[in-house]
């Protein structure tokens, strides 16, 4: 069993900044992957970014240069640093984490936080 959970949602106003938390816990034996995904109302749920245990990362067209992705040092926690902030960008993050324990690898959601980017 794996517990994810996302903080630092909230309300920003156009080309405000957000830094997203997601800690991972339980039957972690390895991360090896760990990212964001977001969903707006009527939409299909989306790849923002996400980082590899070798550190590669990949990002959505619409945030590149604007959001990033990194990874503590313990390696159960990843950050999503976002600025310049757009009214598109409004959306529920989820954080979701490929691990393994010592029987197998699966992925696990967290519960998502609400970014609301509007004036």
């Known amino acids: 069993q794996v517990q994810v959970v996302e903080s630092g949602g909230g309300l920003v106003q156009p080309g405000g900044s957000l830094r997203l938390s997601c800690a991972a816990s339980g039957s972690i034996f390895s991360i090896n992957a760990m990212g964001w995904y977001r969903q707006a109302p009527g939409k299909e749920r989306e790849l923002v970014a996400s980082?590899?245990?070798?550190?590669?990362?990949n990002y959505a067209d619409s945030v590149k240069g604007r959001f990033t992705i990194s990874r503590a040092n313990a390696k159960n926690t990843v950050y999503l640093q976002m600025n310049r902030l757009k009214p598109e960008d409004t959306a529920v993050y989820y954080c979701?984490?490929?691990?393994?324990?010592?029987?197998?690898?699966?992925?696990?959601w967290g519960q998502g936080t609400q970014v609301t980017v509007s004036s």
């Open positions: 979701n984490v490929d691990s393994c324990d010592y029987v197998g690898c699966s992925g696990s």
């Open positions: 980082i590899t245990s070798g550190g590669s990362t």
